[in-house]
Structures are given as C-alpha cells and as structure tokens.
C-alpha cells in the first residue's frame, strides 16, 4: 500500500527576512509525503514571491500530475529512483517535492544513504556552510547580527541602496571573514559596477546574481572584475547555463538549489556540467525546512562553496533533517523525520491520494 498526502505549512521566520525582492516574517511551503508499509518520505516546495506557482497551484499541480500515476508507476520509480522518468510538473518546487519526497522513500526502503543511492563519494560528516544577514536600515544592528551569528562564512543580502557602506562596517567587524554578496537582482549595470570597484578593495569572495538585465551585461560585468559573478535566478538548468557559458566568457560559477532545479537529480546533473565547464559551484538553497536541506547537503562533495542554513532562520521547522554545530551543517543520523505533533496530524488526517 502506497499512501501520499499533499499539505502546506507556514514556518515563521525568527526575525523579518528583507531582500531585494521584499520583506518576509514566515513562508508557506508545500510538503509530500510518501507512506510504504512502515516508511515515509518527506520533500518539500518552499514558496518563494518572486518565482512562479503559489501554495495553491502547486498542491494542484502535484495532486493532478500524481493522480495520473498508477501504484505500478510509483513502485517502478522507487525500484530505480535515480533514472526514472519523472512527472512533468508545471512548476519546478513541485518536482522538488516529489522528487525528493520518492529519493528518501527509496533509501530508507534500502536502509542505505543518500549519497550511496545517488553515487556521491568524498562523503564526510560535515560542511561548512555560510550564514545568511538578511537587509536592516539599522546598519549597527546589521554588524551586530554579523558579529553575533558566530559565522565566519556571510552572506549578505545587497541590492539595496547603501550596500556598499553596509558590507564595509561588516568587514570592519569581521575582517577575517569570507563575505559572499547576494543582490538578488537589485542593481542597474552602473550600480553594479560601482559595488564591484568598492568590493574588490573590501575583499569579497563572489557576487550573486547581481542584475536582471541579461547576458550582454553580465558579460561586461564579469569581464571587468576579479571577483566570480555567479548566477542563481538566471539558471535553473543546464539549457540556460549553456546559453550563458556560450555568451559569458569570464563568468565565474552557478547557483545550485533543489527546488529551481526541480529536485536533487536535476540539481547534480546541472553540478556536473558547472563543473565540467570548470565553473564554481555554489549550493544553496530557499528558505525551507530540514525535509527540504537534507538532499541538498547531500550534494555538498560536489560544490565549491555551500550556502544552507535556512533552517536557522526558522522559529519552527517541524522536521529533523539537519542539524548544525561550529558553523557546519550534517546529516541526522536517522535521515528526515516528522515531529511527533505533525505526525499525529498527518496519521489523523486521509490521505489525498492512495495507491494499491
């Protein structure tokens, strides 16, 4: 019996997220979970504003694409997870979930790891991963929060007029530190040059998806500097990173996230052509729970720099999945798993879909 149950949670957020793109104090992410005998798996959709499919359409979307599946068809994708055929699902996150949601299912059934199903060696206990500042008008208690977070990897979150001032009172605190720059699109092409001249004297390790503007001034502007330019909302798989290695000569890496991507497989063959194309690889992720980080630190052998502490930006995450120590992110033990109240909800509630 193959049970699978399609359902949103709101996670609030410790404090207000502030990026170019807006202002958040909670998300309301979309989870799956797959039931065989006395297994379960979980993924997740994190909803993210700024890119296409709400709570809603994407519960539609997974429940229409799944309903067209037979117990037959999801027994096959289980026996081979890794070269299956997939639903297409209209939007990516919902891939995501389903994908992850079967690839957990699908170790737990083998009692073996992640990382052995999907064939990543140079595995290790633990990554260091950076540490998200999120925008505040309050510059001190913008350095403050740098200080505090106990990270010496940031990254900080720019397009936003002033960014220059606030990342050089942040090196000034911390003048040891790897600062990575996120400006999520916020800046015209003048703008950017501007930051990257100042940034290159602060000491930066890489700029995120600094314009909105196109390949033509990417390419100026990587071409210009020293300091990676890296791309995060501009590729979400390896057609448009091809379109990019074609007209962009200098650029300096990829942004890697699961749901983009449209889950873990898509997200490791989209790694591997970065890495062929000796492109920096930065793992990250959207603001989601541990159900949603576990497949990605499983990728993180295969990255050049790893970008998941979203769970910490959690006041609730419901899930174990992760967990963090000196700055590093690792595996739980017992792979992801639900919290008892949650569980009780979930065994409470009829499933969506059932599978005999």
Known sequence: MISIKVFDLELPLKTPFTIAHGSYSFRNNVFIEIQKNDHSGYGEGPIVPYYKGSVQQV????IRNI?????KDIENILENPVDSEYPAFEYPVSSCAFQEAILDLASKIRDVSLSSLLKISSWQHSFRTTFTIAFNEDIDEMVRGAVNSGFSSLKIKCG?????E???RIREALPEALLFIDANQGWTYDEACTAVREFENIGVELIEEPLSSGSEDIARL???TSIPIVLDESVTGIRQLEQYLEKVPHLGGVVVKNAKCGGPLYSKAL??????????VFLSSMVESSAGLYSAVTLAPLASYIDLDAPLLLARSYFNGVVYENQSVALHPQGIEADKDLIKD??????LLMKE
């Open 271 to 280: 790694i591997d052509r970065a890495r062929e194309a000796h492109l920096k």
């Open 160 to 164: 936003i007029p002033g960014d220059v």
């Open 67 to 71: 309903s067209r599946l037979r117990a």
């Open 222 to 224: 990587s071409a210009m």
């Open 346 to 351: 979930l065994q409470s509630e009829r499933p």
């Open 166 to 168: 606030r990342v050089k």
């Open 59 to 62: 519960k539609a979307d997974l």
